[in-house]
């Protein structure tokens, strides 16, 4: 792949980025990845790779935009509420940047489709906001091999990690997800929406970092930051041989959200 003209004006400052030049662009040009979740962290990361360039950019959401989403999910507007968020989301992408092909997953992710929907990406990004999705998607990509960005925010705190094979799961961090009554939703605690903002832009910026070979990636490290003493702090994360989706007992194990 060469860059035409139009290319190299449009992503002249990553091309002038001696840990991206031309042969990283391309690598961004012909990368192809997957966002579990068009709201808030989905947002943010939507926007920055279809700037990018990434050449494929799939969605996967079953949701329709809600005026409530606004506040926070910067990729719709206003006159989107109603509308599923996956066509919402891909009319943004393709006024920023026609070149990106978008690939729609009008659906809910599930134990029976997750292998399925993320075979065909380079890396997945998680940025849903409920625990069983986030504990399917990390399942899935642990069982296909596939890298992913995870992703979480709350009020005015996010974190975040960087899954490749190899290294430490959501699962050797937190076993298993609390009980679905245990679990508060975002209409009762709220959230900055710039806080959302804060942690999909790093996420964004580790699958570029991903695609070019570009510095060091959240792996086998959590970082937590908290917007409100703008405090950040990075923890390691050791692998569990005993986790069950990638442990030393990995072969018996069926993702399902649980």
């Known amino acids: 792949m060469t860059l035409n003209d139009e290319e190299i004006t449009r992503y002249n400052r990553h091309v002038i ?4 030049g031309i042969e990283g662009q391309e690598k961004i040009l012909r990368s192809k990845v997957l966002v579990v979740g068009a709201g808030g962290l989905g947002s943010p990361v939507l926007l920055y790779l279809a700037a990018a ?3 494929t950019l ?8 809600d005026l409530s989403n606004l506040q926070r999910q910067v990729i719709h507007d206003t006159p ?4 599923p968020k996956v066509q919402s989301a891909l009319n943004k992408i393709a006024a920023l940047n026609p070149n990106v092909h978008v690939v729609a997953h009008h659906l809910r992710l ?11 990406y380079d890396i997945v990004v998680e940025a849903t906001d409920n625990f069983a999705s986030k504990f399917l998607v990390n ?3 642990v069982m296909a091999g596939k890298p992913f960005s995870q992703g979480g925010v709350s009020q005015f705190e996010g974190q975040t990690f960087t899954h490749v094979p190899g290294t430490a799961c959501y699962r050797c961090l937190y076993g298993t997800p609390p009980p679905a009554h245990s679990q508060a939703s975002r209409t009762t605690t709220g959230i900055l929406s710039s806080t959302a903002g804060i942690l999909g832009t790093i ?7 991903y695609i070019t070979g570009s510095g060091t990636l959240l792996t086998n490290r959590l970082l937590r930051f908290d917007a409100l003493s703008m405090n950040f702090q990075t923890l390691n994360v050791e692998p569990d041989e005993n986790c069950p989706a990638c442990g030393r007992n990995k072969s018996s194990f069926i993702p399902n959200g649980r």
Do not use: R
């Open 139 to 141: 399942d899935a990509c």
């Open 17 to 20: 980025l001696q840990e991206v």
């Open 58 to 65: 799939g969605i996967v959401d079953d949701d329709d935009v």
């Open 53 to 55: 360039g990434v050449g």
């Open 203 to 209: 996420q964004a910026t580790e699958v570029l970092k």
């Open 80 to 83: 989107s509420v109603g509308s």
């Open 110 to 120: 599930t134990a029976e489709n997750a292998l399925q929907v993320i075979a065909d």
